[in-house]
């Protein structure tokens, strides 16, 4: 063998060599995303538990964790109309083990206050669950049965109802919305959570609250209040006596809300699709449906693709709401609305 075969054959060997590194390593990269993940997953709630956003992210979370092999913990963070758990998520490692459940909170949040440090950018949409009616709620205390009987009954009483309950984003904006379409003066006091505020509303302590769907649930055949109408352009099944807000006269109020599951932004897209897998699986499991049902929510499934166009039109929804909210002293309690 000449000398140029030899230093030929050994060039050959150190390039095979080399390339069987880079296979070796490629395989044990893609091999190391299969494991995703490894330890437990958080998912941050903005509300108290017992709450409708706690209720339906452990429903979720449950399925989600056999699915991906881990734990989930659900983990409340109430506070600042849900500023302080969106905060919390935004500055969390972006390595998928910290998330969202999230609302319209997140879309309402960045223009409702002024001095947030975080905006809808500093997220990345995983999918959407479900979505839900919003519920005029008034205590049994209070005479009235209907929409149009509260606005005559709170004109004739100046500073009647006593208050007003502001659960979060989405309900904020319908109970503003309403107090500006029927020109009525309410107290409006914020809490931070909801298992409270209906407490509170049972025992005639406040006299309405707007609740989402799911907290609806266990109001509509409880005596201790009245379900005066539901936002959306349909009535809903589960309480088909119900008018809608249109049918009571006024139909600018026909929002509904939404939840969904959101990580940091900078996540790797590979995580972010596995969650959306996990998700869209339970969200596929009939056990979870019957459950979200009972919980009075609406399963809807978007994944990240979509979830993302509907969360960018969900925040220029909330810009033009806030408009016609007119809110004179944002995030104060107890302010009076004109």
């Not at 091999?31 to 956003?53: F, K, L, M, R």
């Not at 905060?87 to 223009?111: E, F, H, N, Q, W």
């Not at 026909?254 to 897998?277: C, E, K, M, S, V």
């Not at 166009?309 to 925040?315: G, L």
Request: glycine letters at 8%; charged letters at 20%.
């Amino acid at each position: 063998m000449t000398g140029k075969s030899i230093i030929s054959k050994k060039l050959s060997v150190v390039a095979a060599t080399i390339a069987s590194v880079f296979f070796c390593g490629a395989s044990h990269s893609a091999s190391s995303g299969d494991e995703w993940p490894t330890q437990p997953i958080e998912i941050v709630i903005p509300y108290n538990a017992g709450g409708a956003v706690d209720t339906l992210t452990r429903i979720v979370a449950k399925e989600m964790s056999s699915d991906l092999g881990q734990p989930i913990i659900v983990q409340p963070r109430p506070g600042g109309e849900g500023n302080i758990a969106a905060m919390a998520v935004a500055r969390a490692k972006p390595d998928g083990y910290t998330l969202l459940s999230s609302s319209a909170v997140l879309t309402s949040i960045p223009v409702l206050f002024d001095n947030i440090s975080w905006s809808v950018d500093d997220f990345a949409p995983i999918g959407r669950i479900a979505t839900s009616s919003g519920f005029i709620l008034a205590s049994a205390t209070l005479p009235v049965k209907t929409i149009p009987e509260l606005v005559s009954y709170a004109k004739k009483n100046p500073g009647l109802p006593a208050a007003v309950i502001i659960g979060g984003a989405f309900t904020t904006y319908i109970t503003h919305t309403l107090a500006k379409e029927a020109k009525l003066d309410l107290l409006f006091v914020p809490y931070p959570g909801a298992a409270q505020h209906m407490t509170d509303l049972y025992e005639g302590r406040v006299a309405l609250a707007t609740v989402s769907g799911n907290l609806a649930c266990g109001s509509i055949s409880n005596d201790k209040v009245n379900v005066l109408a539901i936002t959306g352009e349909e009535r809903s099944s589960m309480a088909p006596d119900i008018p809608t807000m249109a049918e009571a006269g006024y139909p600018a109020i026909d929002t509904q809300g939404w939840y969904g599951l959101h990580a940091p932004a900078g996540t790797p897209a590979d995580r972010i699709a596995r969650l959306d897998q996990a998700l869209k699986k339970a969200l596929a499991t009939e056990s979870v449906r019957e459950a979200l049902t009972k919980a009075c929510v609406n399963v809807s499934y978007q994944n990240s693709e979509a979830f993302a166009k509907f969360v960018k039109q969900d925040a220029k929804l909330w810009t033009k709401a806030v408009a016609l909210m007119k809110r004179q002293d944002k995030g104060t309690a107890g302010s009076k609305e004109k």
